[in-house]
């Protein structure tokens, strides 16, 4: 038997071996390359002979040359829409003043706005994008543009973007250069995922420094239950660290994000739970950034599940995130452990606890969840476990806990990345429980 596992354990090596062997990194696939597929680019234009509420908004703005934060590609995107020439040639020149430098928008507009370019203007656009390809940076949303550059111009380049592409991918993203997605860079990274897989047939899920099993739960439970009003539409708001009051442009940026998830994964189970979650009309972005985003990712014929079916507590053992709440509802109380931070959202406050706070043990259906609680001289933890599940947060992280609930014998147990330990008692027990980290 160990014979033939080690043979299985072999092919499957091999065939990994292989599968990176046939990658190939030049760029040779039809503009426009960046995130308009033929079949989103069919549904957007659809949606324009539908007259829809979402392009009758982008329209408006557009149309009626609203100032908006990003007009170039709002213009682009029209121009692809609609083929408005005229809305393409804005496009270009702003991408060609002394102004734009923003890679990501730039490579934007050149994608989608070749056919509107003199060969003089794309020849200078291309000679901008490729300076400032020059200049690689570890942070994802830089990296994200490079990725977004390389396969914009890839046609101008001697190996067609392979010599950016290929260690991008190779040595930032799967070789641990790379570090876990950070608060309020999902739609950098759902830009850079779209492009990649778009036009060489990689899925980055699949291997790299992030786990992506629980990414959409995870994305989705990391909002706060109730909504931020906004002089447009209402916002879901994401979760942040800190004194200040919630900034609309990250719920913007949250919400396409999400959007791009469902577009990007729209058959998984994960992602029908967060579209049915996003597809409430009373969220539909109408600001002049947001309404771009609304128009390019947002499905509506996409059928979605229930949001409500999902269960209240969320725990993502690969960040060491908790998110619970009482209920779906916008009064809901809600708990937060993310990155080093926990937060309660009820009666429409938000509390973020500081260190060494410990609050009252919240009860969220059938689980209890508890800051860790200040260790005895001995180092032992003492906490009262009354649940199928009880949720430890704030302890050493990827550490190992012997655990010893009261008349139970002792167990091990081991922390996550984020220092939370989940301790299950057998059903209907209620029993004192003590915990101490083992040397």
């Known amino acids: 038997m160990s014979r033939v596992l080690l043979g299985c354990a072999a092919v499957l090596l091999m065939a ?103 060969p003089a203007q794309t020849e200078r656009l291309g000679e901008k994008i490729e300076k400032q390809l020059a200049s690689p940076r570890d942070r994802l949303p830089e990296q994200a543009a490079r990725a977004l550059g390389a396969i914009a111009i890839a046609d101008r380049l001697k190996d067609q973007g392979e010599s950016i592409l290929k260690p991008l991918v190779e040595q930032w993203w799967r070789g641990g250069k790379s570090a876990r997605w950070a608060r309020g860079q999902e739609y950098a990274l759902m830009e850079l995922l779209h492009a990649v897989r778009d036009n060489l047939s990689i899925d980055l899920r699949e291997s790299g420094a992030m786990d992506f099993k629980e990414f959409s739960t995870d994305y989705l439970m990391a909002h706060y239950p109730a909504p931020f009003r906004g002089s447009d539409n209402d916002f879901l708001v994401p979760v942040f660290s800190g004194d200040t009051e919630p900034d609309p442009k990250d719920a913007v940026w949250s919400r396409a994000a999400g959007l791009a998830m469902v577009a990007f994964d ?78 309660i959202f009820q009666d429409g406050k938000l509390q973020t606890l500081r260190s060494g706070v410990t609050p009252k043990p919240i009860r969220v259906g059938d689980a209890v969840l508890l800051s860790a609680p200040a260790a005895e001289a001995d180092g032992t933890q003492r906490f009262q476990a009354s649940t199928e599940a009880t949720i430890v947060m704030g302890l050493t992280p990827n550490a190992a806990y012997d655990i010893e609930p009261d ?33």
């Not at 029908?272 to 609304?294: F, H, K, S, V």
Request: aromatic share 10%; proline share 6%; with cysteine.
């Open 407 to 439: 008349d139970e014998e002792l167990a091990e147990g081991k922390t996550d990345s984020g220092g939370t330990l989940v301790v299950a008692l057998p059903p209907e027990t209620e029993a004192g429980v003590r915990i101490r980290k083992r040397p």
């Open 266 to 343: 729209p058959n998984a189970q994960e992602t029908q739970y967060l579209q049915g979650w996003l597809m409430q009309d009373r969220y539909a972005m109408r600001d002049p950034l947001g309404a771009t985003y609304e128009f390019l990712w947002a499905n509506p014929y996409q059928p979605g599940l229930s949001y409500s079916l999902l269960p209240l507590v969320f725990h993502n053992p690969a960040t060491g995130h908790v998110f619970a709440r009482t209920s779906w509802d916008e009064d809901a109380t809600w708990l937060g452990y993310f990155d080093g931070h926990l937060q």
């Open 16 to 118: 990994a071996d292989a599968s990176a062997a046939d990658e190939d990194f030049h760029v040779f696939t039809e503009s426009p390359r960046l995130l308009l597929t033929k079949q989103r680019l069919r549904l957007l234009q659809r949606e324009r002979e539908r007259d829809s509420m979402r392009w009758q908004q982008f329209d408006a703005l557009v149309s009626a040359g609203a100032p908006m934060p990003e007009a170039a590609v709002a213009q682009a995107l029209y121009y692809q829409v609609a083929g408005n020439a005229a809305a393409g040639r804005k496009a270009v020149e702003w991408a060609l003043s002394d102004a734009a430098t923003d890679l990501r928008q730039l490579a934007l507009v050149f994608d989608w706005c070749g056919k509107a370019m003199t």
